[in-house]
């Protein structure tokens, strides 16, 4: 079974400040990981993911995410935030196949200026 | 042009009612799931559909039914309203077949169901 952690359920942060929201994961086979984000009252978009190759993934927003496979995780970094990424974020595992994403509680980020 | 699109976005009605969320996409993906979202933002799977085969069906109470009439669209029909059955319901879609599943999913906007 997967499951994943996310220590932090909310994040607050000066604009411009850099950010990391924590992420670990647990499953006993290959992961595929994702992180989506929920703007208030709106669906979930993709941020990002790591399917392979590469363990540094980066977003079209400067975003970018690290698998770390020894220390099982995949935090989320952006080195200068702005009002607009207040937000949900979730990490999520899947192992492909039929199995579904496994979401973690999900991150609040609250930008301030 | 929406790929997952789902309606109703906003349901308020009374308990002991039935009620139905209705879910397309064009994406031409194989798999539809529903997910449920809680006021404390946790999401948690309720079902999953493969080309109309219902592949998971997570502990939910049988006052929930999807219908999946084609491998585009995902129905959740709900008997009997109750009050802990308000929440956000998100629609989602993805290819699992043809060795391209990497369980990304696409979600809709989700629809919020108020149960009074």
């Known amino acids: 079974a997967q499951s994943v952690t996310q220590l932090d359920s909310q994040v607050p942060v000066f604009e411009e400040a850099p950010v990391e929201l924590r992420c670990n994961y647990s499953?006993?086979?290959?992961?595929?990981l994702f992180w989506y984000v929920q703007y208030p009252n709106q669906g979930l978009q993709l941020l990002l993911k790591?399917?392979?190759?590469?363990?540094l993934v980066e977003s079209i927003n400067g975003f970018e995410a690290e698998f770390n496979k020894s220390q099982t995780s995949f935090h989320l970094r952006k080195p200068s935030v702005h009002i607009s990424d207040t937000a949900e974020y979730f990490c999520?595992?899947?192992?492909?196949?039929?199995?579904?994403?496994?979401f973690g509680k999900g991150t609040m980020l609250l930008v301030s200026p | 042009d929406t790929a997952v699109s789902q309606t109703p976005k906003y349901l308020v009605t009374q308990m002991g009612n039935d009620k139905s969320i209705k879910c397309e996409q064009n994406l031409g993906h194989d798999t539809m799931y529903w997910y449920k979202q809680d006021s404390k933002k946790f999401l948690k799977i309720m079902f999953s559909?493969?080309?109309?085969?219902?592949?998971i069906n997570e502990t939910v109470p049988n006052r929930f039914s999807p219908k999946s009439p084609d491998k585009a669209h995902l129905n959740l029909h709900i008997n009997s309203l109750e009050l802990g059955d308000s929440a956000v319901y998100f629609c989602?879609?993805?290819?699992?077949?043809?060795?391209?599943?990497?369980?990304?999913?696409?979600f809709g906007e989700g629809s919020r169901l108020t149960v009074l």
């Open positions: 559909y493969n080309n109309k085969e219902l592949i």
């Open positions: 790591y399917l392979s190759g590469s363990t």
């Open positions: 989602a879609s993805s290819q699992v077949g043809r060795g391209s599943n990497t369980g990304e999913l696409f």
């Open positions: 499953s006993s086979v290959s992961v595929y």
């Open positions: 999520a595992v899947s192992d492909g196949g039929y199995s579904t994403l496994t």
